[in-house]
């Protein structure tokens, strides 16, 4: 990996030091011209017509978002952002009263929001595996829950957004593949943080975002449908015009792959832009982006910990790039604040961004520091220094 060309391929390196990947990432350069490459030809032939001429780039966007996960085209949906990929999904488990959800106390905040929103409504049970000393999700528990409920839905978030965790989301996948049970995957963190194979996971679903290790813009995202899925003729709750036809007055029918979930109107550009960003992942090597972007956050770790007041707060078998502290005297937004005044850009989790986990690590919030591999060793030193330098202001 050569950092500096690619760097020198980021406009953002040279303006911050930017640790703010799990938010969203810099985009690099051809990302940035397909947007405005599209906006461009939107703007001088019209925005249906701009479509019907790149029609072979969006099919090629297609492939690569395919190739990233080791799928087909026909499994991938594009969508607005995750949540709207995993709503999609979840509104297509046809849930009936008594029925469970396993999932863990690590899932994303907005997904707990909804199991919770589909317990008043359905009346379902929502389940959460306990952890395991270690941290994370107890695999053992959680097949345990598996087989004795055989619930509707399991669902895991693959990396928390407020904490450095790394779920083993494909263990859960055997165990869900064993019993014939809908799986669904979160990897708004992890795609293009680390190499991800749908097979692997053995999931039905995974919803994922475009604007953060991906590197793609914001506005975007994709979800992986399984032909197992596809088969059982699980749709949305509310497909449009993109999503099925309507075949005669009383009768629609569902697109036969994972276009059903999407729907008609898409901003072009941020999804050409996302399949620029996957190719420019493929090529790069997703083995060598995780592990210099997890060397990075493991350097940054020790040199927190380091630190008269601050304690870092992650905790699993594996950690990802995501680097989590609380630091003393100091609230996590004007941690931030003072941070961003020294052009570094990083992001305050408050209690309800995670408030199983806050609670259990008896915080009020964590400063997110999230490196990506064109990060320099060099940058997470000014960022250390300078968290160094407000600790002893309030010490
Ligand atoms: C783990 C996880 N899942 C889902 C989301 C939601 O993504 P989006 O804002 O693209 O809907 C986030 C956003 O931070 C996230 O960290």
């Not at 978002?65 to 949540?83: G, K, Q, R, Y």
């Not at 270690?134 to 959680?142: F, N, P, R, S, T």
């Not at 506005?219 to 059982?232: I, N, T, W």
């Not at 050409?272 to 090529?283: I, K, M, P, W």
Request: contains cysteine; aromatic residues 6%; hydrophobic residues 45%.
């Amino acid at each position: 990996m050569n950092i500096a060309e690619l760097r020198a391929d980021t406009p953002g390196c040279a303006e911050r030091i930017h640790l703010n990947n799990a938010g969203a990432s810099l985009m690099p350069k051809p990302v940035i011209a397909a947007i405005q490459g599209h906006l461009d030809l939107e703007s001088l032939v019209g925005g249906y017509e701009a479509e019907a001429e790149v029609k072979n780039a969006i099919a090629e966007a297609y492939e690569h978002v395919a190739e990233l996960m080791h799928t087909s085209p026909a499994n991938i949906a594009f969508t607005e952002h995750a949540t709207a990929a995993f709503v999609a999904a979840l509104s297509a488990i046809r849930f009936e009263r008594g029925d469970v959800i396993v999932t863990t106390r690590h899932d994303y905040v907005s997904n707990q929001i909804q199991y919770l929103a589909l317990a008043d409504r359905f009346g379902v049970e929502v389940l959460r595996a306990p952890n395991a000393p270690e941290g994370g999700v107890d695999l053992g528990a959680m097949e345990g829950l598996i087989h004795r409920k055989r619930p509707r839905l399991v669902s895991v978030t693959h990396i928390p957004t407020n904490s450095g965790l790394v779920q083993d989301v494909a263990a859960i996948g055997a165990m869900c593949r064993a019993r014939d049970i809908t799986y669904m995957v979160d990897a708004c963190q992890s795609v293009g943080q680390l190499p991800l194979s749908v097979e692997e996971i053995g999931c039905d679903f995974l919803s994922a975002t475009s604007r953060k290790y991906l590197r793609g813009p914001r506005g975007a995202g994709f979800l992986y449908v399984s032909d197992r899925a596809l088969d059982l003729g699980l749709e949305p709750m509310f497909p449009d015009l993109r999503g099925a036809d309507w075949i005669a007055p009383d009768l629609y029918q569902p697109a036969p792959d994972a276009k059903r979930f999407e729907t008609w109107e898409f901003a072009w550009g941020l999804v050409l832009a996302t399949g620029v960003a996957a190719r420019y992942a493929l090529d790069l090597g997703l083995e060598e982006i995780r592990d210099r972007a997890w060397e990075l956050a493991a350097q940054l770790r020790v040199s927190l910990a380091a630190l008269d007041g601050v304690r870092v707060l992650d905790h699993g078998a594996q950690l990802s790039a995501t680097v989590t502290a609380s630091v003393r005297g100091w609230s996590p937004p004007d941690l931030v604040r003072e941070l961003r005044r020294r052009r570094i850009n990083t992001t305050g989790q408050a209690r309800i961004d995670a408030v199983i986990d806050y609670d259990q690590k008896n915080v009020d919030g964590a400063l997110r520091v999230s490196p990506h591999y064109f990060n320099t060793p060099d940058e997470l030193e000014t960022l250390a220094s300078a968290v160094h330098d407000l600790v002893s202001s309030r010490l």
